[in-house]
């Protein structure tokens, strides 16, 4: 017979009590494990809501400003360079963007993954008022755009049809189906976009080819806007590496909102994590607690081992299995309350995000939950160990 | 085999201190058999604790087979109890989440003596009569079955000394009249006992009785 039998044995006759001290060391947990879950759900609903903030790397042609001078004289400056970009390039973009994606995310993906939205700027004259005329790539724009809504009418399909900013089509005063002339093209109002609040809402937006056509800009777009669908993407190596590879582009990458986006996530998570370690040390509390007592019920049984040969050490380690007993357990009920916790309270904090138990997390809800048991019982077991023999056999 | 020379034993202090034992001196020689007796309070159950090691002294010395033991370090008495001394209680104190042979097998767990336990255990619940109950936890047994028990455990680290604290004190005469002359054929054998009781009558199956009043040897008869 060896000694964690003894435990054992001894365990499964108190397993009320071993229970309930596990169910301290499974509170901290379970709230830790469920912590961990909601945060892992929210990020990724968080990461959908930040991507509202718009593109997160923006492309535009090099432009230098040249200082004219004449002896001290300045004579003012001179944009030098193009101020279109050759369509041609979007390819070579596009391939950076992904390649740079794949590589820090480490996935073999062949398809398109950033998001590559070229736009053609124009000022135009429709029905006698000025306006920004927008050439966008239908698709990738909508896909950037993602909190675009259109509720009147729908969203441009065909090479002729529109779709019109808010104030744009107030001050147009026009309807889904309405037509109008640019540059002597005809095009139709298929919807008006829901008010934004950005400079959408004054502009008119044709698709790109349309666009280069009838501003006789073929082969030409104003800028690119990049976005990058994952959290943390490089985007900074992104920009580096256009700007490297593409000759008379400049590539930004829009670092504030970047790094806005991954403060905010972080510092929820630190948050959370520190509610996780305070609930953690209330619960060591309180399994400290039920070990004391443990020792105090136990003074005699205590006292009996030592007076049959029992050493200190050996009493220390009686109490640090028990501990891990109580650690296993503790952990395993942590781990399932606390994911039935992040079920239950997830959507009502994030609501609508998709929580999914993380099985991952057993192995640290484990770890944690013995590590607890064991500094718990630390004290505990060191007192039990100093239990006199004689004095603990008076006290029966 | 055992000598004490001058031994007492405070609790308290000040005005509330009280002598449990008040210079005692006593020796005890391999083989013999040894009732202390006299009234509560008297020192007897002390006397034992102090000679098991189980309890520290105020002063005086204490040897246990030449080697003075009163002042070893705890480490050091854990190697006394393994080896030199086995205990049996009024009380029993058995594990109760252990059965009968598992309770007889503890000592060797805690001296990691685990060649042959198995079949010294039993061979121990055999002397004490109970192999037919090895595999029964400590409440299905009666009284003096848990004390036949408690006695295989003292047994099995082959101690030669046994202290036993009233070890009938909670059984009817007869059983407790069965266990006694257990402890009787034990020292026949040639174990060391010395047995604390309060009975007369049973103090009379030891060849020497040693009486104690307020922490002090009274009388040390040695019987035909």
Do not use: W
């Given at each position: 017979m060896r000694l964690y039998q003894v435990v054992a044995k001894d365990a499964l006759r108190r397993r009320r009590r071993v229970f309930y001290t596990a169910l301290g060391v499974a509170f901290g947990v379970a709230v830790v494990v469920a912590l961990l879950t909601v945060s892992d759900a929210g990020e990724e609903k968080i990461a959908a809501e930040l991507d509202k903030y718009g593109p997160n790397l923006m492309v535009t042609p090099a432009t230098e400003n040249l200082e004219l001078q004449l002896g001290d004289l300045s004579l003012g400056t001179l944009a030098m360079g193009d101020t279109y970009i050759d369509d041609a390039k979007l390819p070579t973009v596009r391939k950076i963007a992904d390649d740079a994606i794949r590589e820090s995310l480490n996935i073999e993906d062949e398809?398109?993954?950033?998001?590559?939205?070229?736009?053609?700027?124009?000022?135009?004259?429709?029905?006698?008022?000025?306006?920004?005329?927008v050439g966008i790539d239908l698709e990738q724009e909508s896909l950037l755009n993602s909190w675009w809504m259109v509720s009147n009418g729908v969203y441009p399909g065909g090479p002729n049809e529109a779709l019109l900013g808010d104030r744009a089509a107030s001050a147009l005063d026009m309807q889904p189906g309405d037509t109008f002339q640019i540059e002597g093209r005809e095009i139709t109002v298929s919807g008006i976009?829901?008010?934004?609040?950005?400079?959408?809402?004054?502009?008119?937006?044709?698709?790109?080819?349309?666009?280069?056509?009838?501003?006789?800009?073929?082969?030409?777009?104003?800028?690119?806007?990049?976005?990058?669908?994952?959290?943390?993407?490089p985007v900074e190596v992104i920009a580096a590496?256009?700007?490297?590879?593409?000759?008379?582009?400049?590539?930004?990458?829009?670092?504030?909102?970047?790094?806005?986006?991954?403060?905010?996530?972080?510092?929820?998570?630190?948050?959370?994590?520190?509610?996780?370690?305070?609930?953690?040390?209330?619960?060591?509390?309180?399994?400290?607690?039920?070990?004391?007592?443990?020792?105090?019920?136990?003074?005699?049984?205590?006292?009996?081992?030592?007076?049959?040969?029992?050493?200190?050490?050996?009493?220390?380690?009686?109490?640090?299995?028990?501990?891990?007993?109580?650690?296993?357990?503790?952990?395993?009920?942590?781990?399932?309350?606390?994911?039935?916790?992040?079920?239950?309270?997830?959507?009502?904090?994030?609501?609508?995000?998709?929580?999914?138990?993380?099985?991952?997390?057993?192995?640290?809800?484990?770890?944690?939950?013995?590590?607890?048991?064991?500094?718990?019982?630390?004290?505990?077991?060191?007192?039990?160990?100093?239990?006199?023999?004689?004095e603990s056999i008076r006290s029966m | 085999m055992l000598e004490i020379r001058n031994v007492t034993r405070a609790y308290g202090h000040g005005p509330s201190r009280v002598l449990a034992l008040d210079g005692v001196s006593l020796r005890v020689e391999k083989g013999e058999f040894v009732a202390v007796t006299g009234p509560s309070g008297s020192g007897k159950t002390t006397l034992l604790n102090v000679i098991g090691g189980l309890d520290g002294i105020s002063g005086g010395e204490v040897f246990l087979e030449g080697e003075r033991i009163d002042n070893l370090s705890e480490a050091d008495l854990v190697g006394v109890r393994r080896k030199?001394?086995?205990?049996?209680?009024?009380?029993?104190?058995?594990?109760?989440?252990?059965?009968?042979?598992?309770?007889?097998?503890?000592?060797?767990?805690?001296?990691?003596?685990?060649?042959?336990?198995?079949?010294?255990?039993?061979?121990?619940?055999?002397?004490v009569g109970l192999s037919h109950r090895a595999h029964h936890k400590p409440s299905e047994l009666s009284g003096g079955e848990q004390q036949r028990v408690a006695i295989a455990r003292a047994l099995i680290n082959n101690c030669s000394l046994v202290l036993a604290d009233e070890p009938t004190g909670n059984l009817d005469r007869k059983t407790g009249a069965g266990i006694l002359e257990l402890f009787t054929e034990l020292n026949q054998e040639g174990y060391t006992l010395i047995l604390v009781t309060h009975s007369p009558e049973t103090a009379r199956l030891a060849r020497r009785i040693v009486s104690m009043e307020d922490g002090r040897i009274v009388k040390d008869t040695i019987g035909a």
């Open positions: 398809g398109n993954i950033a998001i590559v939205a070229p736009k053609l700027y124009a000022k135009s004259r429709i029905n006698e008022t000025t306006v920004t005329v976009l829901d008010e934004t609040g950005a400079n959408a809402d004054y502009q008119v937006f044709i698709p790109l080819q349309t666009a280069q056509e009838v501003f006789s800009k073929e082969g030409l777009v104003s800028s690119v806007d990049i976005r990058a669908l994952c959290l943390g993407c590496a256009i700007n490297q590879n593409i000759a008379g582009v400049r590539a930004v990458a829009v670092k504030q909102i970047a790094e806005s986006e991954m403060n905010v996530i972080n510092k929820v998570q630190d948050f959370m994590l520190a509610i996780a370690g305070i609930t953690l040390v209330l619960g060591m509390f309180g399994v400290v607690n039920t070990m004391m007592s443990s020792v105090h019920e136990r003074t005699k049984d205590i006292g009996i081992m030592k007076a049959v040969g029992a050493s200190p050490y050996q009493i220390v380690r009686l109490f640090l299995y028990e501990a891990l007993i109580v650690g296993v357990l503790g952990g395993m009920i942590g781990f399932g309350a606390g994911t039935a916790l992040s079920y239950a309270v997830g959507p009502v904090i994030f609501e609508g995000a998709k929580i999914s138990y993380v099985p991952e997390y057993i192995g640290p809800a484990l770890g944690v939950a013995v590590m607890v048991a064991l500094v718990s019982s630390a004290y505990p077991a060191f007192r039990a160990s100093r239990i006199k023999v004689a | 030199k001394i086995a205990y049996v209680f009024q009380q029993y104190h058995l594990v109760p989440s252990l059965t009968a042979l598992e309770n007889v097998l503890l000592p060797l767990t805690f001296s990691s003596s685990r060649n042959g336990a198995h079949a010294r255990g039993t061979q121990m619940l055999q002397k």
